[in-house]
């Protein structure tokens, strides 16, 4: 079993609409999660950190479920500029470690 | 403020050349790290550090070194480049432990081809 699985989709939505993203983790001691944006062939940037008693961030909303070890990140309102792979990410926090998830593809479609 | 630098940002080499990735952080950051993308895996950590004069192995270090000289800068070596190194190479740099909800910084990458 990955440490970090997500569903690779693509995912294919039109404007406006909302899209939830799953990610499971292997590691029941896992202390930080994140989820970063990727575009294409550029660096991850951080989207947000994800806490405990969830956060949102604009149409951004991320929710952590320590008991079933799976984190969400859901965005309404698609934008076309939403295009992108999602990355989940959770520190072992062991020599700060981050251990990747494979990626999430998601495209907007006009 | 730079933040993360690499350079090269793209390499070809042949079978059996080294060469050295730098990676250069302006944030005061302990931690630094590389990474290999390669695509349907996502990112695979190679060697990481936790401070100068420090490294340690990560997901896949073999065929790989790193250098720790300063603290803002990681060094990535191949020593004898293999095709399966053909990949693109992230740095990435943090806060130390103590701030555990700190997250990583990438440079741009490096678009590394071996014939």
């Known amino acids: 079993r990955k440490e970090v699985e997500q569903d690779p989709g693509p995912f294919n939505v039109p404007e406006g609409a909302t899209v939830a993203f799953n990610c499971t983790y292997s590691?029941?001691?896992?202390?930080?999660f994140f989820w970063y944006r990727q575009d294409c062939r550029k660096e991850p940037k951080l989207l947000m950190s994800?806490?405990?008693s969830g956060n949102e961030d604009g149409r951004f909303t991320a929710q952590l479920n320590r008991a079933s070890q799976y984190i969400s990140l859901l965005i309404r309102d698609s934008k076309l500029s939403d295009s992108a792979t999602y990355l989940c990410?959770?520190?072992?926090?062991?020599?700060?470690?981050?251990?990747f998830g494979q990626g999430t593809e998601l495209s907007v479609k006009p | 403020n730079a933040g993360v630098t690499q350079t090269p940002k793209f390499r070809v080499l042949k079978t059996g050349q080294s060469m050295t990735l730098l990676c250069a952080q302006d944030?005061?950051?302990?931690?630094m790290y590389w990474y290999r993308q390669d695509p349907g895996m996502g990112l695979r950590l190679i060697h990481y550090?936790?401070?100068?004069?420090?490294?340690a192995k990560g997901e896949v270090p073999d065929g790989y070194n790193v250098s720790r000289l300063k603290k803002q800068n990681f060094l990535l070596g191949l020593e004898s480049a293999a095709p399966s190194q053909t990949s693109v190479y992230f740095c990435?740099?943090?806060?130390?432990?103590?701030?555990?909800?700190?997250?990583?910084?990438f440079g741009d990458g490096t678009r590394l081809s071996i014939l």
């Open positions: 550090s936790v401070g100068e004069g420090t490294t």
């Open positions: 590691n029941s001691a896992s202390q930080s």
């Open positions: 990410v959770v520190n072992y926090n062991q020599g700060g470690k981050l251990i």
């Open positions: 994800v806490y405990s």
């Open positions: 990435a740099s943090s806060y130390p432990r103590a701030q555990p909800q700190q997250p990583q910084h």
């Open positions: 944030m005061n950051h302990e931690y």
